[in-house]
């Protein structure tokens, strides 16, 4: 049981005295406590269905920021096939998104949703069928407005029927965005009104949306963790930052991530993740650096935030740049299995300390270990030295860079220096036996 259920469950102790008292000598319990009861049942129920729907961040492939409104059923299918061949699925890259422009620029006469013929020929439920067949998860992306960013059909208006629609299709996943409200509209009822749609159809389903960053534009503000908070109750995943655009540096982009999710930690956990936005290693609409795309993955792992990347998956280039066991003696951008390990923790990483530009963040692993983050948000190059101490980590822990495989033992303090925008990443390991003291440990 996590703990929003034993939260739920201790608030509903005092009440439900009364309750087991009346079980006790027999006699039925008040209305208003059978109520109580119900209700809590009820909320744990929910809980526990959220948190086996996601119980670690989601991690798979999404076409938009590589596709946007181009991406069609065949391009679908080749990088589902991609994610198998390649081995990623089999790291955790399960789930097979699509994004807004899959449907037709009308829904059917009877009001349900349909796919573009053009670019869906066969429809969404034969394509779930052949995701599904690979052994792959199904999403799909629909806004709470009356249309879609792209100006294609929103689900307003139509909530339940989509949500059956979408179980009837076998989608597994659903990305639900806030365009085209209308006026005066509240909407953070609305998307609790479609999750409880999708879960009344499918509880196993995984509910990822963008309330917070949509409705409070200013990540420091009371307003914008009050929606955060409100989404960490209603879907397994919310968005914390603004779309990427390529015309953005992308050490502005990681800075701008990290710094707005540091302070909502309390908000994450099996079942309820901060989403980052999506992964840009391949990207070539973006094209961002190896060592850019290498700080991505770190910081979306120590954040815990899904891995969700969108590039061309099928492009053999592709390949060995970002699947490929072999190369560097890290594996790939996304096969890093020691990366893939820091995200799948279920609990997201803490600043530690006051270093100005330079932020330590800490995460404790299940085996004991600690990943410890070190990322430089200036421009330019900064140090910083950490005491051990600060960072919860003994004296002696052999500390590994997770992209060079480079290992030191420090006895007091660490020392980084990086470059603008740049991150090291590390596993720290309380050691047994500690070997002479590498690198920049003290």
Known sequence: MNKAARRILGMLAVPCVVCAMAVA?????????????????????????????????????????????????????????????????????????????????????????????????????????????????????????????????????????????????????????????PKGVSQA???????????????????????????????????????????????????????EQPGVLASTTLARALDTDLPLSAYAGPGHWNDLDLLLTGNTKFNWTKARQQSQLSIWSEMSSPLIVSANLADPSAVAHLAS?????????????????????????????????????VKPMPSGAHAVLVANTAHVPRSVTVPLKVMGIPAGADWQALWSKQHFVSTKSITVTLRGGGTILYEVTPAKTSSAAKGSGK
């Not at 086996?52 to 679908?76: E, H, K, L, R």
């Not at 279920?346 to 100005?356: A, D, E, L, N, T």
Request: with cysteine; hydrophobic share 40%; glycine share 8%.
């Open 189 to 243: 009822p609305l998307f609790k009104q479609f999750g409880a749609d999708l879960r009344a159809d499918n509880p196993a389903i995984v509910y990822s949306e963008e309330l917070p960053v949509h409705v409070a534009t200013n990540p420091a503000s009371a307003v914008f963790k009050q929606f955060v908070s409100i989404s960490s109750q209603i879907a397994n995943l919310w968005r914390v930052t603004p779309d």
């Open 25 to 181: 000598v027999g006699a039925v319990p008040h209305p208003v406590h059978r109520g109580r009861l119900r209700k809590a049942t009820a909320a744990v129920a929910r809980t526990a269905a959220a948190t086996a729907a996601s119980p670690t961040p989601p991690m798979g492939f999404d076409a938009w920021d590589q596709d946007y409104c181009n991406v069609t059923q065949a391009d679908i299918l080749s990088n589902a096939k991609a994610l198998v061949s390649t081995g990623l699925a089999a790291d955790g890259y399960d789930y097979v998104i699509l994004d807004d422009c899959w449907m037709a620029e009308t829904r059917s006469a009877s009001g349900t949703l349909q796919a573009s013929k053009s670019a869906f020929p066969n429809g969404i439920p034969w394509l779930a069928k052949q995701v599904h067949a690979l052994g792959l998860k199904i999403g799909i992306y629909e806004s709470a407005g009356r249309r879609t960013c792209e100006n294609r059909p929103g689900s307003y208006g139509h909530y339940a029927k989509d949500a059956r629609t979408f179980a009837r299709w076998g989608i597994n996943y659903v990305k639900f965005d806030s365009c085209h409200m």
């Open 325 to 361: 066991r072999a190369s560097s003696g890290s594996g790939g951008l996304l096969a890093n299995k020691a990366v893939i390990a820091v995200d799948q923790d279920p609990v997201q990483g803490k600043s530690v300390g006051s270093y100005g530009d330079m932020k330590v963040v």
